[in-house]
């Protein structure tokens, strides 16, 4: 009797556990080929000037261009 109380506790337990990872897993990240939140900064070594990429296809996108030659990416400022 004792036992199976026991038994039907752990289960219920087990079931919540259960049902509360299928609830609370993060979202998947978006296939490739669609746009993601990234936080990239570059600068233009000629010029000096600066961007932000706030957006892109992918985690690694190639740094942009500006007068003709391939922007130097910033360290990230951890704010
Ligand atoms: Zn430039």
Same mark, same amino acid.
């Given at each position: 009797?004792?036992?199976?109380?026991?038994?039907? $506790?752990?289960?219920?337990?087990? %079931?919540?556990?259960?049902?509360?990872? &299928?609830?609370?897993?993060?979202?998947? #990240? *978006? @296939?490739?080929?669609?746009?993601?939140?990234?936080?990239?900064? $570059?600068?233009?070594?000629?010029? %000096?000037?600066?961007?932000?990429?706030? &957006?892109?296809?992918?985690?690694?996108? #190639? *740094? @942009?261009?500006?007068?003709?030659?391939?922007?130097?990416?910033?360290?990230?400022?951890?704010?």
């Amino acid at each position: 009797m004792a036992f199976g109380l026991f038994f039907g $506790y752990v289960l219920w337990k087990s %079931g919540i556990a259960m049902l509360r990872s &299928m609830t609370s897993l993060p979202p998947e #990240p *978006p @296939p490739s080929g669609e746009l993601r939140k990234v936080s990239r900064r $570059y600068r233009c070594d000629v010029c %000096g000037v600066e961007l932000k990429m706030t &957006m892109a296809p992918d985690d690694e996108p #190639p *740094p @942009p261009r500006h007068c003709l030659e391939e922007m130097v990416e910033v360290a990230p400022l951890y704010d």
